[in-house]
């Protein structure tokens, strides 16, 4: 464990996922300005977190497994970096239906902010009009920065994840705001509906 945590170290810490409720029609995408620490009252410039103070913000039960995630990516690229820096950004905020801000965010806003704020991609702001962008990928193909599709009111897709690897994606969930999923879970398993990929 203890090398699997220097692997973390050397990379940027990958982390962030899906809603369980539909994500919104509505909204305007903000800047990032402040966060304000509920226990101490005190605000900080989020961009200026690293990933490593960052790391501690993150469930214990997720590090082992975003520390996996890092390793398997050696080759490290810019890109990647810049999404993760993203992600990590807004790793614990809460989920608000029609949110595009840290103080609360929706599925398709969470997705939208960190294609605009990481690599400049300008994607619609609701899961059903994402889900029309970029080209469609076989799920046995998914990549690092794919976009992951989920119905969960039954009728249309309503939910929608950036792709980290091994299984796992990032998202604004109802049931705990941004944090990390797995494909593998029985929930989004019989969900999942496509994914598409934006970043060329």
Same mark, same amino acid.
């Given at each position: 464990?203890?090398?699997?945590?220097?692997?973390?170290?050397?990379?940027?810490?990958?982390?962030?996922?899906?809603?369980?409720?539909?994500?919104?029609?509505?909204?305007?995408?903000?800047?990032?300005?402040?966060?304000?620490?509920?226990?101490?009252?005190?605000?900080?410039?989020?961009?200026?977190?690293?990933?490593?103070?960052?790391?501690?913000?993150?469930?214990?039960?997720?590090?082992? #497994?975003?520390?996996? &995630?890092?390793?398997?990516?050696?080759?490290?690229? /810019?890109?990647?970096? =810049?999404?993760? !820096?993203? @992600?990590?950004?807004?790793?614990?905020?809460?989920?608000?239906?029609?949110?595009? #801000?840290?103080?609360? &965010?929706?599925?398709?806003?969470?997705?939208?902010? /960190?294609?605009?704020? =990481?690599?400049? !991609?300008? @994607?619609?702001?609701?899961?059903?009009?994402?889900?029309?962008?970029?080209?469609?990928?076989?799920?046995?193909?998914?990549?690092?920065?794919?976009?992951?599709?989920?119905?969960?009111?039954?009728?249309? !897709?309503?939910?929608?994840?950036?792709?980290?690897?091994?299984?796992?994606?990032?998202?604004?969930?109802?049931?705990?705001?941004?944090?990390?999923?797995?494909?593998?879970?029985?929930?989004?398993?019989?969900?999942?509906?496509?994914?598409?990929?934006?970043?060329?």
């Amino acid at each position: 464990m203890i090398k699997k945590l220097i692997v973390l170290g050397s990379f940027i810490l990958p982390v962030v996922f899906i809603g369980i409720t539909g994500c919104s029609a509505s909204g305007s995408d903000g800047e990032y300005s402040v966060k304000t620490n509920k226990k101490t009252k005190k605000t900080e410039q989020v961009a200026s977190v690293t990933g490593i103070q960052k790391k501690s913000l993150i469930e214990q039960s997720n590090l082992e #497994t975003l520390t996996n &995630i890092v390793s398997e990516y050696s080759n490290n690229s /810019v890109d990647r970096d =810049a999404v993760m !820096i993203r @992600i990590i950004e807004l790793i614990n905020t809460p989920y608000l239906w029609g949110g595009t #801000t840290t103080n609360g &965010i929706d599925c398709s806003a969470f997705c939208q902010r /960190v294609m605009k704020f =990481a690599l400049g !991609i300008d @994607i619609p702001r609701t899961s059903i009009m994402q889900s029309t962008v970029g080209d469609p990928v076989d799920r046995e193909s998914l990549q690092f920065g794919d976009l992951v599709f989920f119905n969960t009111i039954g009728s249309r !897709i309503s939910h929608v994840g950036i792709y980290l690897g091994e299984g796992v994606f990032a998202h604004s969930s109802s049931s705990g705001g941004v944090k990390t999923s797995s494909l593998n879970e029985d929930y989004y398993n019989a969900k999942y509906v496509t994914a598409r990929r934006v970043i060329k």
